[in-house]
């Protein structure tokens, strides 16, 4: 599934037009860059979320704090991205993650923990296992939003 995804982003920022890097999303507040960029976080925050659940030590940030924090994060971090830069963030948080991924114990992926509700994908009671397949799910939601925003 990792890989699945790692060869659909990829296909995704080939895809993209020269001139449609600032096109605006569904998100108000972010555009095709920014989303492109924003689809890294949920790989570069999962080894934190993993201590987290294996120290079952959720941290409830309120939503609004969050989001603003993401929001704000996105935009900064994307400026100057380009599609080698992307490719080349994207390929080293995936390395990354098949590391980690080859560091769960068999009886460590239905460990779990209540997950804040800052996503209507990742919230409630999530495990390991879920954490690593919302990656996948994070993909997803995003790709649909950058399609979207090409076609108008």
């Keep these: ?9 990829h296909y995704l920022l080939s895809d993209i037009p020269d001139g449609a890097w600032e096109l605006p999303t569904a998100n108000p507040s972010w555009n095709v860059r920014q989303v492109l960029f924003h689809i890294t976080i949920a790989y570069k925050f999962l080894p934190q979320d993993l201590k987290i659940l294996r120290r079952n030590r959720m941290i ?13 994060y996105t935009r ?3 400026r100057g991205q380009n599609r080698h830069t992307l490719a080349a963030e994207f390929d080293k948080v995936h390395h990354n993650i098949l590391r ?3 560091t769960i114990q068999a009886d460590e992926w239905e460990r779990s923990g ?13 495990t390991i296992a879920d954490m690593f397949h919302y990656l996948t799910v994070h993909f997803w939601e995003h790709e649909a939003e950058i399609r979207e925003a090409m076609r108008q």
Excluded: S
């Design 1 to 9: 599934e990792l890989e699945t995804t790692r060869a659909a982003y």
């Design 60 to 72: 409830a940030p309120p939503k609004w704090l969050f989001d603003r924090l993401n929001d704000w």
């Design 76 to 78: 900064w971090a994307a």
């Design 100 to 102: 980690i991924l080859g």
């Design 114 to 126: 209540l997950y804040p509700n800052i996503n209507e994908n990742l919230a409630g009671q999530q």
